[in-house]
C-alpha cells in the first residue's frame, strides 16, 4: 500500500468506487437478461434503446460538465447518482420499449454527468501532482469492483428467476444510494465556481486544440471494444485457438490493470510525460493490431502465443492510453473548468464505445488481418499525433471568452 493510498480522502474515493461499480458488474452480468427474459423487450430493441442512450449521454456530457462547476462536484455528483439510484429502480418496472428507451437515457444522461463531477472532484480534493495517481488507484478499484460484481452476479445467472434478476437491480440501486452517501459526508467538500469566477459555459466546446485531442484519444479508446468485442470474435471465428482462451484473455487484461496502473501512470502527470504516453499506448496498440494479424495464417501454439502478446501489447496500451488521457484532461483545464473539461474528455471515449464495436468487427475481425493493418495505422497515427497536438494546444491556448 502505497503513501497515497494511505491518504483519508483517498482511501474514501477508492472505497466509494469499489461500491459503485460492484453494483455496476452485477448490473454488467444481469442487464441484457433481465430486459429480454423478464422486461420481455426483444435482442434489437435493447440494442437500439441502448444506441440511443449513448448518444444522448455523449451529448449532455460537457453541459452537464458545467453543471458540475456551477453547483459543486460534491453535489453535482450526489445528485447524479441518486438519478441513477432512482433509474435503475424505475427499471424494474419496465415492460415496454418507449419505457425502457427513457430510462436508458435518463441512465446514460446521469451517468455522464457523475463522471465529469467525479472528475472535478478528484481535482478539487486531490493536489494537482497526485492527480493521475489518484485516478490509477480508482482504476485498479474499478476492475475489482466489476470483477466482484460479475462474479456475484453469477449466483443470479444459475438461479435465472424473475424475481432474483428484480433483486440484482434492486442492490445495484443500494451500492448507487451508498456512494451518494459517502460522497456526501466522507469527503471535503469543493466549493462552487461562480459564473462570473469561472470560464463561460462551454469553453471547453470552442477548445479545437483540446478537441482534438479528445478526438484523438477517443480513436484510441477502441481498445475497449477490442479486448472485449472483437479479440473474442476473432479467437473463435478466424483461429484455430481454442475458445477457452477467450477467458485467459480477459483475465489476463484486468490482471494486467489490477497490478500494474498505478505504476504505468509514473511521469504522465505533467503535460510531456502524459502525451508522451498517448504516443506510446497508439504504437503498442498498432503493434496488437499487427500481431493479430499474423494470427490469420497461424495454427496450433504459433496461434495461442500470438494471442497472448497480443493481449500483453494491448493491455500496455490501454494503461498508458487511460494515464496520458487523465493527465492531459486535468493539465489543459482552466481554473474553474475542472468540470466542463473533464466532461468534454468524457465524449472521447463515449464516442470510441459507441462506434467501435461496429467499426472493428466490420473492419478487422470481417476483412481479416488486411482490416487489422487498416485497425492498427488508425491507432498508430492517432498516438503519433498526440504529442504534437497537446504542444499546439500550449503554443495556442483556448480563448478566455467573458463568463456568461
Not at 459517502?182 to 477548445?207: E, H, I, N, Y
Not at 479467437?235 to 477467458?247: C, E, K, N, Q, Y
Not at 468524457?346 to 493493418?373: E, N
Request: net charge positive; charged share 10%.
Amino acid at each position: 500500500m502505497t503513501s497515497l493510498v494511505r491518504q483519508p480522502v483517498i482511501r474514501r474515493l477508492i472505497l466509494a468506487t469499489l461500491v459503485n461499480t460492484l453494483g455496476n458488474g452485477v448490473y454488467a452480468a444481469v442487464g441484457a437478461l433481465f430486459l429480454t427474459r423478464v422486461a420481455g423487450l426483444s435482442v434489437p430493441s435493447v440494442g437500439l434503446g441502448l444506441t440511443l442512450a449513448a448518444v444522448a449521454g455523449l451529448i449532455t456530457s460537457t453541459p452537464l460538465g458545467v453543471v458540475a462547476d456551477r453547483l459543486g462536484p460534491n453535489r453535482a455528483y450526489v445528485v447524479f447518482l441518486l438519478i441513477q439510484a432512482v433509474a435503475m429502480a424505475s427499471l424494474t418496472q419496465v415492460r415496454s420499449l418507449g419505457w425502457f428507451i427513457a430510462i436508458a437515457a435518463v441512465t446514460a444522461i446521469a451517468d455522464s454527468g457523475q463522471r465529469g463531477a467525479k472528475g472535478a472532484l478528484i481535482a478539487g480534493v486531490v493536489p494537482a501532482e497526485q492527480r493521475v495517481r489518484t485516478r490509477a488507484h480508482l482504476r485498479v478499484a474499478t476492475n475489482i469492483g466489476m470483477a466482484a460484481g460479475i462474479a456475484l452476479a453469477g449466483i443470479v445467472l444459475a438461479i435465472d428467476q424473475p424475481t432474483v434478476y428484480v433483486a440484482a437491480l434492486l442492490a445495484d440501486v443500494a451500492t448507487f444510494l451508498v456512494t451518494a452517501a459517502m460522497v456526501a459526508w466522507g469527503l471535503p467538500s469543493v466549493p462552487p465556481v461562480p459564473t462570473a469566477a469561472g470560464p463561460s459555459a462551454l469553453t471547453a466546446l470552442r477548445d479545437r486544440p483540446f478537441l482534438a485531442f479528445v478526438a484523438l484519444d477517443g480513436l484510441l479508446t477502441m481498445h475497449n471494444a477490442m479486448i472485449q468485442v472483437a479479440l473474442p470474435l476473432w479467437v473463435a471465428t478466424a483461429t484455430d485457438a481454442p475458445t477457452w482462451l477467450i477467458a485467459v484473455l480477459l483475465l489476463l487484461n484486468s490482471i494486467a490493470v489490477i497490478l500494474l496502473q498505478v505504476r504505468v501512470a509514473r511521469g504522465t502527470e505533467n503535460l510531456t510525460g502524459a502525451a508522451r504516453a498517448g504516443r506510446r499506448a497508439g504504437w503498442l496498440l498498432a503493434i496488437a493490431c499487427a500481431v493479430l494479424a499474423l494470427t490469420d495464417v497461424t495454427s496450433g501454439a504459433a496461434t495461442i502465443s500470438l494471442l497472448i502478446l497480443a493481449a500483453l501489447a494491448h493491455v500496455l496500451g490501454e494503461m498508458l492510453q487511460s494515464a496520458g488521457g487523465w493527465g492531459v484532461s486535468f493539465e489543459l483545464a482552466p481554473p474553474g473548468g475542472q468540470g466542463q473539461y473533464q466532461g468534454a474528455y468524457a465524449m472521447g471515449r463515449q464516442m470510441g464505445d459507441l462506434f467501435a464495436p461496429t467499426v472493428l468487427t466490420v473492419i478487422a475481425v470481417t476483412i481479416g488481418w488486411p482490416g487489422w493493418l487498416a485497425t492498427g495505422a488508425i491507432f498508430l497515427l492517432a498516438g503519433t499525433l498526440i504529442p504534437p497536438t497537446v504542444r499546439h494546444h500550449t503554443l495556442h491556448p483556448a480563448p478566455t471568452p467573458t463568463p456568461a
